[in-house]
């Protein structure tokens, strides 16, 4: 997957649950992680001034999906884009799903 920094103040991490694995964004940049055609759980996380570490959990991401971090001044959105897994009509396991 993709994960795509648009946010205008911060550095963000992609984080995928399980194998630690990681990667970090810059702002206004990118960074790629789990390839693998499976579903994901993630977190994305980013320095907040009132806690070490802020963030958002999603679940039911696929392998080739992008990832967004939007926002400012600590009001930061996460939202994801899953054209391949959407194409071939693909839905999360239910265990495995964004509520």
Same mark, same amino acid.
């Given at each position: 997957?993709?994960?795509?920094?648009?946010?205008?103040?911060?550095?963000?991490?992609?984080?995928?649950?399980?194998?630690?694995?990681?990667?970090?964004?810059?702002?206004?940049?990118?960074?790629?992680? %789990?390839?693998?055609? +499976?579903?994901?759980?993630?977190?994305?996380?980013?320095?907040?001034?009132?806690? *070490?570490?802020? =963030?958002? &959990?999603?679940?039911?991401?696929?392998?080739?999906?992008?990832?967004?971090?939007?926002?400012?001044? %600590?009001?930061?959105? +996460?939202?994801?884009?899953?054209?391949?897994?959407?194409?071939?009509?693909?839905? *999360?396991?239910? =265990?495995? &799903?964004?509520?």
């Amino acid at each position: 997957m993709t994960f795509h920094n648009l946010a205008t103040d911060t550095t963000a991490s992609l984080v995928i649950e399980g194998p630690a694995s990681s990667c970090t964004a810059a702002i206004g940049g990118i960074c790629g992680l %789990g390839a693998d055609l +499976v579903w994901y759980t993630i977190d994305v996380q980013w320095p907040n001034s009132g806690n *070490p570490i802020d =963030g958002e &959990q999603k679940h039911g991401i696929y392998g080739h999906c992008d990832v967004y971090l939007q926002g400012s001044s %600590g009001d930061y959105t +996460v939202t994801h884009h899953c054209s391949m897994a959407e194409n071939a009509g693909l839905e *999360p396991p239910a =265990g495995n &799903q964004t509520k």
